[in-house]
């Protein structure tokens, strides 16, 4: 899993601050067949209401809503996590029946460290921002991390960072794993799931 590769990145973008939201969490909203999210944190997450009302106050809501629409579309939705997830998470997560029954696919390995973004096999984000409203939600600018990433259509890039991403989720660093002892659920135990994502 070590390598250093020299690419030539085409359609590279640099974001920041709210641009995380504008480019990452709009293109997971427009998913059609996949999203595969990595982070070492993992907390509930609101977004704006899909539609706005003139007049009215703007009602957030949970990316969870957002995840069982998608579900119900048929999109492939998988998070790989460290540590157990916040509890507003889990507690949004089991009002969604058909998340929980595998709609969206949980998997964590404390040894996870890297954020990142799969959209439909074609998009990815790389940077530094968890999957929580401090790093890509719609929270305040003087609330919001300082946050810093890159959004590209790069099919080298994304051959690798899938192919990583696929060697974490399927638990294929597991037998050489020096903190295996320490993990509840090794990956490597984990049912096999076909990969979809994948161009």
Not at 34 to 57: D, F, H, Q, Y
Not at 65 to 86: C, N, T
Not at 169 to 186: I, K, L
């Amino acid at each position: 899993m070590d390598f250093v590769v020299p690419l030539r990145l085409q359609g590279l973008e640099l974001v920041a601050g709210r641009g995380h939201y504008e480019r990452v969490i709009k293109a997971v909203l427009a998913a059609r067949r996949s999203v595969w999210i990595a982070t070492a944190n993992l907390k509930e997450l609101m977004i704006e209401p899909a539609l706005r009302m003139p007049g009215r106050r703007n009602d957030y809501r949970s990316v969870l809503d957002a995840f069982d629409e998608l579900a119900a579309r048929g999109v492939e939705l998988r998070i790989l996590h460290a540590s157990l997830p916040s509890g507003p998470f889990r507690d949004e997560f089991d009002r969604h029946k058909r998340l929980v029954r595998g709609g969206l696919e949980l998997r964590m390995c404390p040894r996870v460290h890297l954020k990142a973004v799969i959209i439909d096999g074609a998009l990815v984000y790389l940077g530094s921002a968890n999957w929580t409203g401090a790093g890509l939600g719609v929270k305040a600018e003087g609330r919001r991390n300082f946050e810093l990433g890159i959004v590209s259509d790069d099919d080298q890039l994304l051959d690798h960072v899938q192919a990583l991403y696929e060697s974490i989720w399927t638990g294929a660093p597991c037998a050489g794993c020096r903190v295996r002892d320490n993990c509840e659920a090794p990956l490597c135990d984990a049912p096999a799931v076909p990969a979809r994502a994948a161009r």
